[in-house]
Nanobody, 120 residues
Framework: QVQLVESGGGSVQAGGSLRLSCATSGRTFSRYAMGWFRQAPGKEREFVTLIRWSGSTSYAESVKGRFTISRDNAGNTVYLQMNSLKPEDTAVYYC??????????????WGQGTQVTVSS
């Protein structure tokens, strides 16, 4: 059974940092992109960032320069380092895995989500 398990969410003040992790099991995600989406209350799930098997990355404009995605050498764990957090970053963050470019509509594998709350 394929599983993506997130950890590392929590509450932080504006300007603070958090690091999310996504551990995968059940299959090898080679050739897949992995990334993060987020969903705030009353809003649609939106793309945050992804990393391809090659190591190339993409970011939403709203997080460029503040968030960094990385993966371990085995490709089984993906990390999201979030710095200079803003209240508008508050959302449930979901780990995702699937064919590039990771559309929210077609992603086949999702984690359960982890809450990130940023207070002003």
């Amino acid at each position: 059974q394929v599983q993506l398990v997130e950890s590392g969410g929590g509450s932080v003040q504006a300007g603070g940092s958090l690091r999310l992790s996504c551990a995968t099991s059940g299959r090898t995600f080679s050739r897949y992109a992995m990334g993060w989406f987020r969903q705030a209350p009353g809003k649609e799930r939106e793309f945050v960032t992804l990393i391809r098997w090659s190591g190339s990355t993409s970011y939403a404009e709203s997080v460029k320069g503040r968030f960094t995605i990385s993966r371990d050498n085995a490709g089984n764990t993906v990390y999201l380092q979030m710095n200079s957090l803003k209240p508008e970053d508050t959302a449930v963050y979901y780990c995702a895995a699937g064919p590039y470019p990771l559309s929210a509509v077609t992603v086949p594998y999702w984690g359960q989500g982890t809450q990130v709350t940023v207070s002003s």
